[in-house]
């Protein structure tokens, strides 16, 4: 009797050191997520802001620089619902307006254009980066969250369920080729 009780006693504790460890992991997973968030969301803003400096910065045409503005000025005034759709939208903007080479080349000839040119750069090749780690963390989180045990002992608590970042992030063709 006493040796069957301290079998139940060891294995409820096993699967009770085994349940929080797996907390432990979800619980770090969902930092991560939150912190791979921040460095996005960061990233985004330094995009639309470069991309906002550079239109009002007169290097570029009017016709240019109103739609380069006007991208920017929505993905950094977005609400979260409207974020992904925003961003995608000055992607679009960054790649019609600098689609060409001849483009960052007059940028690039202005005064100043050299750093803003290669800050725009910079900015625009971490973008995809930082939501490629962001969407990792998600990606990881949700996996460990489908396990039944997840599920069946509440372990992620009322956590929401994490969602990827969607957005298009490529970078236009010319910004790309010279960001180093």
């Known amino acids: 009797m ?41 990233q985004l803003l330094r995009r639309a802001s470069v991309a906002q400096e550079l239109a009002t910065s007169g290097v570029l045409d009017p016709a240019a620089s109103i739609v380069l503005y006007e991208a920017a000025h929505a993905a950094r005034q977005a609400e979260e619902e409207q974020r992904e759709v925003a ?5 679009q903007a960054l790649r019609a307006v600098f689609g060409e ?11 100043g254009g050299e750093e803003a040119a290669r800050e725009l750069a910079q900015a625009v090749r971490r973008v995809p980066m930082a939501r490629r780690f962001h969407n990792d963390a998600v990606r990881a989180a949700r996996a460990l969250r489908r396990h039944r045990k997840v599920r069946w002992f509440r372990l992620a608590g009322h956590a ?14 010319a910004l790309a080729d010279r960001s180093g």
């Open 101 to 111: 080479a001849q483009q960052v080349e007059a940028v690039r000839e202005a005064p």
């Open 2 to 42: 006493t040796f069957t009780l301290i079998w139940i006693v060891v294995a409820l504790v096993a699967i009770g050191l085994y349940l929080s460890w797996t907390a432990g992991r979800l619980d770090r997973l969902h930092v991560r997520i939150d912190a791979a968030r921040a460095a996005l969301d960061a």
């Open 87 to 91: 961003e995608s939208d000055l992607s």
């Open 160 to 173: 929401p369920f994490p969602l990827a970042f969607e957005m298009d992030d490529e970078p236009p063709a």
